[in-house]
């Protein structure tokens, strides 16, 4: 389990719209909408961000973002 550390790489202004995104309860589909971009991109995002906040679901990088104040509920 992840402390609530900040990570050791900090995330791109894009990675933070998606996890924003990720956070309101939007799919791949209706972040890349949202974003301009490709399911592939929206994709590839996610995978850095699970990478960087050391989880391996979208629950979990969700619940790790709000204990570190990055997204509101």
Not at 40 to 48: I, P
Request: glycine share 12%; no cysteine.
């Amino acid at each position: 389990w992840p402390s609530d550390d900040a990570p050791l790489e900090a995330l791109t202004p894009r990675e933070l719209d998606v996890l924003r995104l990720l956070g309101e309860g939007a799919g791949n589909r209706a972040i890349g909408e949202r974003l301009g971009i490709s399911d592939h991109t929206v994709k590839f995002h996610l995978g850095a961000i699970f990478g960087k906040l050391g989880v391996t679901t979208r629950t979990a990088a969700v619940r790790r973002a709000l204990r570190l104040g990055w997204i509101d509920t």
